[in-house]
């Protein structure tokens, strides 16, 4: 079936360095990406989100990039920050609404003073 | 925050109990979510509400109801609840923009810890 998935699970990275996620999709017909961040023993928080009409979108310190050819999605943070330790999620989706979100597992982002 | 609460936010049960979790929401929003969230399978979509008394499945809804008799309160009830159901479940707010039925854009309340022994 159609799946979202990571290339890696973790990711370890020096403070103030950038911080960049991976996430493969599956689904061609997918137009909506999302991502989303959380935080241990709480709700993901949505980030950033993409259309497929767009390559890339910024937002602060952080930037997602579509690649539609080899449906691939990735997330950059930029100067990452202690806060920034979590676990991050990609999500694929189109207009049928929120309720056909595919959420991917994860990537956990630590980040090492 | 979108003024979404959980209730309760951990509880041990035993297997062949009900279980009800509820979701109160504060900001009027017409569509609500239940997902299930476990290790290596992501956050699953278990029921979801588009109205007062408007309800439909997701993909894990077996074992599971739902019900919202009025706009800031989706309940989810495990009739009878089993150890496969011990998980982590989040309850989503969508916010609807113009001209679309609603985005992808969820906010989630802070998760309730279900174990049933």
């Known amino acids: 079936g159609e799946s979202v998935g990571l290339h890696l699970p973790t990711l370890s990275v020096q403070e103030g360095d950038n911080s960049i996620i991976n996430c493969a999709y599956s689904?061609?017909?997918?137009?909506?990406f999302i991502w989303y961040k959380q935080e241990s023993g709480k709700g993901p928080q949505f980030i950033i989100d993409?259309?497929?009409?767009?390559d890339k979108r910024q937002g602060q310190r952080v930037t997602v990039l579509l690649n539609k050819t080899v449906k691939h999605l990735s997330l950059q943070i930029a100067a990452t920050q202690p806060g920034d330790s979590a676990v991050y999620f990609c999500?694929?989706?189109?207009?049928?609404?929120?309720?056909?979100?595919?959420f991917g597992q994860g990537t956990r982002l630590t980040i090492n003073p | 925050d979108a003024g979404i609460t959980q209730s309760p936010r951990h509880k041990v049960t035993e297997t062949g109990t009900p279980v009800t979790l509820r979701c109160h929401q504060t900001?009027?929003?017409?569509?609500m979510y239940w997902y299930r969230q476990d290790p290596g399978h992501g956050l699953r979509l278990i029921h979801y509400?588009?109205?007062?008394?408007?309800?439909d499945k997701g993909e894990v809804s077996d074992g599971y109801s739902v019900s919202r008799s009025k706009t800031e309160d989706f309940l989810l009830t495990l009739e009878s609840a089993t150890s496969s159901q011990t998980s982590v479940y989040f309850c989503?707010?969508?916010?609807?923009?113009?001209?679309?039925?609603?985005?992808?854009?969820?906010?989630f309340g802070e998760g309730s810890r279900l174990t049933v022994l």
């Open positions: 900001e009027n929003h017409r569509y």
């Open positions: 689904n061609s017909a997918s137009d909506y």
């Open positions: 509400s588009y109205g007062v008394k408007d309800t």
């Open positions: 999500a694929e989706g189109g207009d049928q609404g929120a309720q056909k979100l595919v």
């Open positions: 993409i259309r497929s009409n767009m």
């Open positions: 989503a707010i969508s916010v609807r923009l113009a001209g679309r039925t609603n985005t992808g854009e969820l906010f």
